[in-house]
């Protein structure tokens, strides 16, 4: 661990599979990786993982760089923009791949096996039955030139395995989990390469992080256990081995892990719902990682807190509650130009709504009790709407309230208001005077008449912006509905 901190220029990385739209659990590894980056003074890379073609249109790729940018990370080396170590696509790197192979190769620490898919089901099946973990029992280690070329005459593709030593323990430092021990004898020697020639996983991850200078490995926990055997490709290539750091995974409601493959809510979904990206990246950072602020915090004041050490073991699910609690403190910070802007982004029937000219006074009244665009449309409505009472979109409780005022108020809150010429102030006094109600008597009936809610922006607030035409008109139709 101590030799982390020796690192001088921290270079972290993001290295997806464009297989699908980020989903929260990508994101937070993403977001994690770069503020480690940015914290440091570091870099960050992206690199495109993007072997499994069939899985990979071209649609993800656009869709990451997207879903990246929305978030707020910026990358110094990435498919897009090139960089020293490039290409930043693995598809364009199977060239360099084939070179490492041959090292290895040439110094007998992997070799070619033609086992077939039966062969190993085989073997796997009398080991289980022994009550042993299956692994590759090691057949083709020893097949000499000869067996070798038989074997490809019949026309058999093989894999190339790694020769993993038959003795000794590998210690795997992880700056989450701490150190670990491998006997190397349990692991076998396992696939680099495809019989399609095609890399396996955890080959073009590790050498690709060694080339491209990557120090700092942040990736999820699903990957703790490629761990070992990329320290040993590594160790053999006589590469650099970056410092490890595995995040716990993000569950979804059913509990289970988070993944493209099972569509899981994307980043997209968040960003069409309206959320802000600054309180996404406060909500992503602060899950499963400790900072002592408890406010909204910009990205230089996120990067600064961040540290590998206050990442946390538990594994993290996704609560809508916490991340209203940032949008909402997000929204706190926009002036009221900017949350109109906000609102008005995405096209939507708002605009229609809010009348021209009323539009700061509404974002002004409304702003406190909106979390999102929709719920702005909402007000909007209620404010707005050419509607009688009886047309509003009602809540229980508001009926309740209205039912506790006499049949007599309403006419009464109906011609007092007319007389304040619609000044709120006013109009209560008077009201408070005349019906002998006051408090929450008096002014629940007139939120419940005026808006069909008992709960929402001030009364005062809103007032101006219903007009008097039409809070008469709700006042006067009450009675039409109780
Ligand atoms: N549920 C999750 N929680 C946290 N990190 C995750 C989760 N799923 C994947 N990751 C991390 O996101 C990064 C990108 O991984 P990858 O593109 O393979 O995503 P994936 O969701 O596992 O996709 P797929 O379903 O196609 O395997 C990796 O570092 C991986 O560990
Ligand atoms: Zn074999």
């Excluded at 990435?78 to 360099?96: K, N, V």
């Excluded at 791949?97 to 041959?102: D, R, T, V």
């Excluded at 120090?215 to 290539?237: C, F, K, M, W, Y």
């Excluded at 968040?270 to 406060?282: D, F, H, I, K, T």
Aim: glycine share 8%; proline share 6%.
């Amino acid at each position: 661990m101590a030799q982390y901190y020796t690192i001088m220029n921290l270079k972290s990385r993001f290295a997806p599979s464009p297989t699908g739209y980020l989903h929260l659990g990508n994101a937070r590894t993403a977001l994690f990786a770069w503020l480690a980056a940015r914290g440091a003074g570091g870099n960050f890379v992206l690199r495109l993982e993007d072997t499994d073609q069939a899985r990979s249109p071209e649609i993800y790729e656009k869709a990451l760089f997207e879903d990246l940018q929305w978030l707020g990370l910026d990358w110094d080396e990435g498919p897009d923009r090139g960089g020293p170590a490039g290409s930043y696509r693995q598809m364009q790197r199977l060239e360099i791949y084939q070179k490492y192979y041959g090292l290895l190769l040439a110094a007998e620490q992997a070799y070619p096996c033609y086992c077939s898919p039966e062969d190993l089901a085989a073997e796997r099946a009398v080991q289980k039955a022994a009550g042993k973990a299956p692994r590759y029992g090691g057949r083709c280690r020893h097949l000499n030139d000869d067996q070798r070329q038989a074997l490809a005459a019949q026309g058999i593709q093989p894999v190339l395995r790694f020769r993993v030593p038959d003795t000794g323990m590998l210690n795997v430092p992880d700056r989450v989990w701490g150190e670990r021990s491998y006997a190397l004898a349990a692991l076998g020697d396992f696939v680099i390469r495809r019989s399609d020639g095609s890399p396996a996983f955890f080959f073009a991850n590790a050498v690709d992080d060694a080339l491209m200078g990557v120090n700092l490995v942040l990736r999820g926990e699903d990957h703790l256990s490629n761990t070992p055997r990329q320290i040993l490709i590594l160790q053999a290539l006589q590469l650099p081995v970056p410092a490890y750091a595995h995040l716990p995974l993000l569950l979804g409601g059913d509990g289970q892990p988070l993944s493209k493959r099972h569509g899981a809510a994307s980043l997209r979904d968040l960003q069409s719902e309206g959320y802000l990206p600054v309180a996404v990246r406060n909500y992503l950072a602060r899950l499963g990682h400790h900072y002592a602020a408890s406010e909204l915090l910009d990205d230089a004041a996120l990067a600064s807190g961040f540290a590998v050490e206050n990442i946390s073991r538990a594994p993290g699910h996704f609560d809508p509650v916490q991340l209203q609690h940032w949008q909402h403190l997000a929204l706190q910070e926009l002036t009221d130009a900017g949350l109109w802007g906000w609102l008005t982004a995405n096209p939507g029937p708002l605009r229609d709504w809010v009348p021209q000219g009323q539009e700061m006074a509404f974002v002004a009244a409304v702003r406190a009790n909106i979390q999102l665009p929709g719920d702005a449309l909402d007000w909007a409505r209620r404010c707005f709407a050419d509607q009688a009472f009886v047309a509003l979109a009602k809540e229980e409780a508001a009926l309740l309230a209205l039912a506790e005022a006499p049949a007599t108020f309403w006419p009464l809150a109906e011609r007092l208001l007319q007389e304040s010429a619609g000044d709120y102030r006013i109009w209560t006094k008077n009201l408070q005077q005349e019906s002998g109600r006051k408090g929450k008597s008096l002014f629940m009936p007139l939120r419940a008449a005026l808006t069909g809610l008992c709960h929402g922006p001030e009364l005062a607030a809103l007032l101006p912006l219903i007009g008097m035409e039409r809070a008469c008109e709700r006042l006067r139709t009450v009675p039409q509905y109780l």
